[in-house]
């Protein structure tokens, strides 16, 4: 197999990467912006904490994965990228940490002032990831200020309105995934407001979608490709279709499949975004000469063909273990069985 070829699996590879961490990881992040809103008292809170305990932990292994395979498949990609974005990547380093720590240290004591702090750590980390990573997906659709002489952009460049629009979309898509995912897995009063905040969010979430799509099409080169091979457009037309049919469900009172609708949605996006990247990881807005694709970035072929073989092996083995770690937590959660963080 040539260089290149071993190039586009991998670029295809770090796509799947980033888009199951994205659904995964859309209802926990969900979850964390609802927690003070939903949760009335601290048996709620609990409920709260266990439909994500289980599997949040997993969830964030497909991040530090995708972050190993940028680093390992296209170090060029990954060493800009970490130069030109420092200062975004570190603030959601950050909230990273203070939505961890937030979910687990919440009830380790009993005063106010330590659960009221990390209740908010929890909400603040959560709705900061969200925000941050579509400002950042939505600026790698736009294109960076990349020229011949490096990187002119600062974080305040990252945040015009195409760049806020697509951190709006990523916030309001994963409130919909939490609320739907709560519904889904427990009973109780929690569940009846989890299911009227997702039917207010989905109006949100759609109008949102629909604006994104048409200032891609009309601000960024991102749907070029996509006029060449026409077959693209049934991602974005299916985004919006499975979010159409995510009402559906909500109105008939099945969040489960109002939950399977969103993440379909989130990942038919991101295949879009993808689709319309290729091959630029790194497409600049300023010259598009400037742009970093993925056959300057990847790694030696050894490299790549070793990782090929070691991912072939690993990935199925993570997903059948978060597969059968979902039919273990299976049961709903009620305020009477639910253990949250001792």
């Avoid at 806020?164 to 739907?180: D, K, Y």
Wanted: neutral net charge.
């Amino acid at each position: 197999m040539s260089h290149d070829m071993l190039a586009m699996i991998w670029f295809g590879l770090w796509g799947v990467i980033w888009t199951v961490y994205f659904v995964l990881d859309a209802y926990g992040l969900g979850t964390g912006m609802l927690f003070p809103f939903l949760a009335k008292d601290e048996r709620e809170q609990r409920q709260l904490q266990e439909s994500i305990g289980p599997f949040w932990g997993g969830n964030e292994v497909w991040l530090i994965t995708a972050g190993g395979a940028t680093f390992a498949a296209f170090p060029l990609t990954y060493a800009l990228m970490f130069s030109y974005l420092y200062t975004p990547l570190m603030l959601i380093l950050f909230s990273l940490f203070f939505r961890a720590a937030g979910l687990e240290f919440m009830h380790k004591m009993d005063h106010p002032r330590w659960k009221s702090f990390w209740k908010w750590s929890f909400f603040t980390g959560s709705f900061a990831i969200a925000l941050l990573f579509g400002v950042a997906f939505a600026n790698l659709f736009y294109g960076l200020r990349i020229d011949e002489t490096g990187y002119h952009g600062t974080l305040l460049s990252l945040l015009h309105p195409y760049g806020i629009a697509g951190g709006l979309v990523f916030v309001t898509l994963f409130l919909l995934s939490g609320s739907s995912w709560i519904a889904f897995k427990t009973v109780g009063e929690i569940r009846t407001r989890a299911l009227n905040v997702a039917k207010k969010v989905w109006f949100f979430a759609m109008a949102l979608l629909a604006i994104f799509m048409v200032a891609t099409n009309n601000l960024t080169p991102l749907f070029d490709k996509f006029v060449q091979y026409p077959a693209l457009w049934l991602l974005p037309l299916l985004s919006m279709t499975f979010l159409l049919f995510v009402m559906i469900a909500l109105n008939q009172d099945r969040p489960g499949i109002a939950f399977g609708g969103v993440c379909a949605s989130i990942a038919l996006l991101m295949a879009g975004g993808f689709a319309g990247m290729f091959p630029n990881m790194l497409p600049s807005a300023l010259d598009p000469a400037s742009s970093v694709t993925l056959f300057e970035a990847a790694a030696s072929k050894l490299n790549l063909t070793i990782m090929l073989g070691v991912a072939l092996v690993m990935v199925p083995i993570v997903l059948t273990y978060q597969l059968w770690l979902y039919r273990i937590f299976r049961e709903k959660i009620s305020p009477e069985n639910a253990k949250g963080y001792e």
